[in-house]
């Protein structure tokens, strides 16, 4: 059984250390590349990509979640009422203030997030929305030239044409994060306060291919009867090397404060496999905001069986297509209970140590 630790599969990561569980947090919240490898994802993000850590790891007691009265509340699923959610419905800030996407070529465009509506309201909640929502109402105020339309058989909204030209994808990040390639539909990409967003020209190959993995989900979701199910997920981590096949998912509605009920999250993967008792453990945590990392707003899943996140170790994960796995596209930093899913190929859950 592999254990994913940085520095003993990737050599280019030298300057990884043992650091606190709460540094840890924060680099995963700051959506950092971080070091680890396993079937689906090989390599870690090149250094030149990696910004310093915004601050030293903690030293003092006072600084380690666990040790201070307002550690973030942590639940094991089902609760002991039999439920699959948490007691305490935790909410995330709702879009609010000025936000800006640069568009290459054409500049940089700011906006009112409370002024931004979505298109996909079969996805968010009144007052949420999506990456793709900013570029309609830019367009909407007449500041950019957008030609799109709705392809049902890709599930999302497509890019025809933006100031005249061809060939548009996106790329974004959420607060203390940085760039990272990604293969989601923009018009499921959740966009909370202090999220960066850029559009940039891309080559038709790779567009094509992003495309395709698309109507694959579509059609596999249609093929199963509208039920969404993972073909492969896999757990690794120092306790368990397991795989389950053809994984029944089924919605809870963790977040029913960003998205509309009966949608299916990365997270409703493991939340499913554990109700359908395949899965002998499952804690959750809830962060609002992780050192410079603000805000977080998601769950975390700190533990599955007897691997818990502790010291510099915890569990990562990506989704979606095999053809696009680790950092070539399916392994980015949208929180778990927050990333929409169609059907994906695969889910991944994998331990790293920083």
Known sequence: ???????????????????????????????????????????????????????????????????????????????????????????????????????????????????????????????????????????????????????????????????????????????????????????????????????????????DAIHDTLREEVARLAQNGGRVILPSLAIRSPVTDWTFEDVVVTPHDVRSDVLQPGVVTALDALISLREQEQLPTLKLTWYERIGRADPVDSYWVEQVDDAEATGGCGLVYETGPSRFSGFSGSHIHIPADVRVTVSPEYALWFWICL
């Not at 000025?98 to 909640?125: K, M």
């Not at 999506?130 to 950019?144: A, E, M, P």
Request: proline share 9%; hydrophobic share 35%; net charge negative.
């Open 1 to 207: 059984m592999n254990t994913y630790t940085c520095g003993q599969d990737c050599e280019r990561c030298g300057r990884c250390r043992p650091v606190s569980r709460r540094h840890f947090m924060r680099q995963l919240a700051g959506g950092l590349a971080l070091c680890g490898v396993g079937a689906l994802a090989a390599a870690c993000a090149p250094l030149a990509d990696e910004p310093e850590p915004a601050e030293p790891p903690p030293t003092s007691a006072e600084d380690q979640p666990d040790a201070t009265s307002d550690a973030p509340p942590t639940y094991v699923l089902p609760m002991q009422e039999g439920t699959w959610t948490p007691p305490i419905a935790h909410t995330g800030d709702q879009p609010a203030g000025q936000g800006a996407i640069d568009i290459q070529g054409l500049g940089t465009f700011s906006f009112d997030a409370a002024q931004v509506q979505t298109v996909r309201p079969d996805i968010f909640r009144p007052g949420h929305f999506s990456l793709f929502d900013v570029l309609v109402h830019l367009q909407q105020r007449g500041d950019i030239a957008l030609d799109h339309h709705f392809d049902e058989a890709l599930d999302t909204h497509v890019i025809d044409a933006l100031d005249g030209t061809r060939g548009w994808w996106h790329q974004a990040y959420y607060a203390n994060g940085w760039p990272e390639p990604n293969v989601f539909r923009m018009d499921m990409y959740p966009y909370k306060n202090n999220t960066r967003i850029a559009l940039k020209r891309e080559d038709d190959e790779r567009l």
